[in-house]
């Protein structure tokens, strides 16, 4: 029996948004919060690693304003979350609103 796709949101980030949520979901989680290996965080992941090496400055602008569209889970938009708000008051990081600066809020989503 084929396995059905779950319904997926489309959310369109700039890389710096991008780079955010990795920076959170996988650099600073250290295993903390679960469920970051899913395809929707590895795509974020491939999207990062496009990131021209060289380049001057105007380059490297272009590239961290560029927006995408990505499609995530419900499951995947909700690990983003914890990982954007727990992993700060783990570390006892005071918590800025970085979600807010790229992140669609609820309302928004779906």
């Not at 979901?25 to 290996?37: E, K, L, S, Y």
């Not at 590239?63 to 995530?72: D, G, L, N, P, V």
């Amino acid at each position: 029996m084929p396995e059905e796709k779950s319904e997926t949101v489309k959310i369109e980030l700039t890389m710096y948004g991008v780079a955010e949520v990795v920076k959170w979901c996988i650099t600073r989680n250290n295993g903390r919060i679960p469920g970051v290996d899913t395809p929707g965080i590895k795509q974020l992941q491939a999207a990062l690693e496009e990131k021209p090496q060289g380049g001057d400055y105007y380059t490297l602008d272009k590239f961290w304003k560029s927006k995408r569209t990505f499609e995530f889970t419900p499951q995947e938009i909700e690990t983003i979350y914890r990982c954007l708000y727990d992993i700060p008051n783990f570390d006892g990081v005071q918590l800025p609103q970085i979600r807010f600066k790229f992140w669609p809020t609820p309302e928004h989503v779906g």
